[in-house]
Nanobody
Framework: VQLVESGGGMVQAGESLTLSCTTDNLIVDRFGIGWFRQAPGKEREGIACITGDDRSTYYSNSVKGRFTISEDNGKHTMYLQMNRLKPEDTAVYYC????????????????WGQGTQVTVDS
């Protein structure tokens, strides 16, 4: 399983970015999918996930109301729309997938993208 991310970069605080993660022809809604991030010196954090047949969504408190996770089966792609970015959102962002994750912790996810840097300048 190969996941390829794109869309990272450097922006000013308050601006928006959209991250994309394309799979190798997988039907994404048959998997749990998630976005994680890791800042220097910190553990990898699950920030937005979709799990289960009912496609329940989870957002961490740090991004709730600003970030939106979505999926497009036709394009075999998942997205993370990030609005009102803050300097503390600066991190390497990873997409991930798993067959039957219960939640949004890194240990539950089997397949990972290579990571893309997001830097938010104040």
């Amino acid at each position: 399983v190969q996941l390829v991310e794109s869309g990272g970069g450097m922006v000013q605080a308050g601006e928006s970015l959209t991250l994309s993660c394309t799979t190798d022809n997988l039907i994404v809604d048959r998997f749990g999918i998630g976005w994680f991030r890791q800042a220097p010196g910190k553990e990898r954090e699950g920030i937005a996930c979709i799990t289960g047949d009912d496609r329940s969504t989870y957002y961490s408190n740090s991004v709730k109301g600003r970030f939106t996770i979505s999926e497009d089966n036709g394009k075999h792609t998942m997205y993370l729309q990030m609005n009102r970015l803050k300097p503390e959102d600066t991190a390497v962002y990873y997409c991930a997938m798993a067959l039957w994750p219960r939640g949004c912790t890194a240990e539950e996810y089997e397949y990972w993208g290579q990571g893309t840097q997001v830097t938010v300048d104040s």
